[in-house]
């Protein structure tokens, strides 16, 4: 028995795994990680793999970073935490000075959490009570989009599409007005419709600007984006953005609302906001976000919410260290020049494959759609598995195998993911 095979035995003795049917765990290769290094993940054999996913799209500047460790020790010196309950923390107060200077929320401020989908939540619940200080009735509902995907808790899952394994929750999930998918044309059109039909019921409109990314990376149209923007404007209407994938980079900007003329009233961020290395989220709420919560101490016009981790300080002080090496680093410049060379690589070597539908990129998200044969089952699956097999970790949602590498990437390492999705495309096609 090899270590992996040892390691993997005890995992499925005493660990449950997300998204991840646990009868099946040992069967399917999982890596049983050991250390990460670069761009690199090295099992418990030794054996080395490109980390193509960036973890779960978390991953921003690599692994292992020797200025990114040393924010952290540095902080460790200083404490690891203290509560942000009434009281603050000095790297925490820098992190927010310097979030603020680059999210594009006007005057914002910053409440933390610890994952993606509590963001969200705190977004939804700032959004609701804002129209209760307000002394509005009846804004109580959320536009949402089809293929949504914001977060596992209850009212992330709420504001979500059903699939991802979200139908099963029905009799929780609270009722959302639901604009089309990204992939029809006509979605913001319609949204915008919606919008002025019931701006009298909607609390807030919730969007992934630009990508919508565990629906496959669906792509937006950014005018259409644009005019939702607008609609939710003209007819006062909240806007909340979730860059908790897109964010800090991963389409070529540091926020993808950039590039579709958003300016949220509620920003939700995670993921990447400590370089994939420690759980960090926060919400962004604007100015006039803020000030209607202002009112009588211990009032009701509070936000009665915080999470016990919220505002670590050793995430504030990576999160910290990160902002300021993407700007050293011109890390934006390589996700341009390194998306243009992928989706030129795409182009020639993988888009014309019978078994490919279709491929899509923006900035260093991208998903290859594969047009798997009738009857052919677990096929992202399947091709994935292979280019794991060839040192290069890659996962699939659904038929999707998705590419999300490191924004530090390299070119001789895109060439690689390349090559090697190339062999796995056509390893399962030969072999349906
Ligand atoms: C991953 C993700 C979330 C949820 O974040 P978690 O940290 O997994 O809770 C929410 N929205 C988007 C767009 C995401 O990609």
Redesign the pocket.
Known sequence: MTAHDEWVQRDAQVVWHGFTQMATFADNGPIIVDRAEGRELIDVDGKRYLDAISSL?VTTLGHHVPELDDAIIRQLALGAHSTMLGNGNRVVVELSEALARVVPVDDPHFLYAS????A?EQALKIAFQYWHNRGATGRSTFLAFGGA????TIG?LSVGDDGFGADVFNALRFPVVRAPAFDDPACFDVAAGLISEHASELAAVIV?PSVQ??AGMQLADHAGLARLGAACRAHDVLLIC?E??TGFGRTGTLFASEQCDLRPDLL?L??GLTAGYLPM?VTAASGRVFAEFLGDDLGERTLYHGHSFGGNALAAAVALRHLELIEAWDVLANVRERSDELAGLLHDRIAAKPAVREVRLRGLMGAVELAPPAGARFWGRRVSAAAVERGVLLRSIGDNVTLMPPLTITSEEIHRIVHVLGDAIDQEASNP
């Open positions: 799209w994952d993606g989908a509590s969200v995907y914001h977060g596992d992330a992934e990314a565990a979730d908790i994938a939700c995670g993921k989220s």
